[in-house]
């Protein structure tokens, strides 16, 4: 199993589960948008016996503008 660690934007510190370890971008759903965050850096915990495998993705950005609502 693998784990991506989001850091940065309306997701920031949250933990998703990772298909694949090599994944460069991921593109989320959120709200009525889409986030892309950006792989950043190596994974970690590639051993055996050292827990979920961990990759690291910054976030880069939104398909729309992401702001609260006045309601």
């Excluded at 759903?29 to 827990?51: I, M, V």
């Amino acid at each position: 199993m693998a784990i991506a660690r989001l850091h940065g934007g309306p997701l920031d510190g949250q933990i998703i589960p990772l298909d694949r370890t090599d994944q460069q971008v991921l593109i989320l759903p959120y709200s009525e948008t889409h986030l892309t965050y950006r792989r950043a850096g190596d994974a970690e915990n590639t051993g055996a016996h050292d827990g979920p495998t961990q990759v690291a993705f910054e976030y880069a950005n939104s398909s729309d503008d992401i702001a609260p609502s006045d309601d």
